[in-house]
């Protein structure tokens, strides 16, 4: 199995660009050379925009490592013949304690039904000026402002009342915009052609510079009371993110 851990620095690290692979933190397959740049200037990172994934033997694992390690996994495992990038297997979803909350309902991992509209034109209309490249069957965008996400709620792409991931719901988010029409949100879209396609929130941006000065104290405040516990949360002087899923 090629490749060391993430904790030995080297900018030369590079996967075999047709060995698959699975991210233990988005839990999704994807090959070689699909990864990111990692923090020591090799490419070690998660393939997908929206995850924070990073470190052979880390966080990245060979595709087939984990039911090796976990033998009651080997069924449900895919085969390599099936693996695509973009698949998703999560292996606590067949565990009650980790896929039930409290009163029983499935945990919001990941979007349990899909978005209603399919006018595909028009989500262009709304997040074609903010998309990013395509990463398997997802569409990463940032910079999305209060009224393109009421928009994408009116209309029926985005889920109202289902958070991804333990994060906030896009309810939720859109009340934090338009209280704060500085920040801007930041997520996917799951291609039409899987079960679960929408438009997905991963996370809340801020550039503090662009909140007048008396404002600042306030906002973090809010920033961190909102979005303290939903995922990873970083605050500097000039930049507030929080992100999950």
Do not use: K
């Amino acid at each position: 199995m090629p490749g060391r851990p993430f904790s030995e620095p080297t900018a030369t690290f590079r996967f075999d660009p047709d060995q698959w692979l699975w991210c233990l933190h988005c839990h999704r397959f994807f090959q070689g050379r699909e990864a990111r740049p990692d923090r020591v200037g090799g490419m070690q990172s998660c393939a997908f925009a929206d995850c924070d994934g990073a470190g052979f033997g880390v966080d990245l694992l060979a595709w087939d490592d984990w039911p090796r390690q976990n033998p009651d996994l080997r069924a449900s495992w895919p085969v390599r013949s099936d693996l695509r990038t973009g698949l998703v297997l999560d292996p606590w979803s067949a565990d009650p304690d980790e896929t039930d909350d409290d009163d029983g309902a499935p945990s919001p991992r990941t979007p349990a039904r899909p978005a209603p509209n399919r006018d595909l034109h028009r989500l262009d209309a709304l997040l074609g000026a903010i998309s990013l490249d395509p990463v398997g069957d997802l569409t990463p965008f940032r910079g999305l402002d209060g009224p393109s996400l009421a928009a994408l709620l009116d209309e029926g792409f985005a889920l109202p009342d289902l958070p991804y991931d333990g994060g906030p719901t896009a309810t939720e988010c859109l009340a934090f915009l338009r209280q704060w029409p500085q920040a801007w949100a930041q997520g996917h879209v799951v291609a039409p052609t899987r079960a679960d396609y929408g438009v997905v929130l991963t996370g809340i941006e801020c550039s503090v510079r662009r909140v007048p000065r008396d404002d600042r104290p306030a906002l973090r405040a809010a920033f961190v009371q909102r979005f303290g516990l939903v995922g990873a949360l970083y605050c500097d002087p000039v930049e507030l993110t929080a992100w999950w899923g």
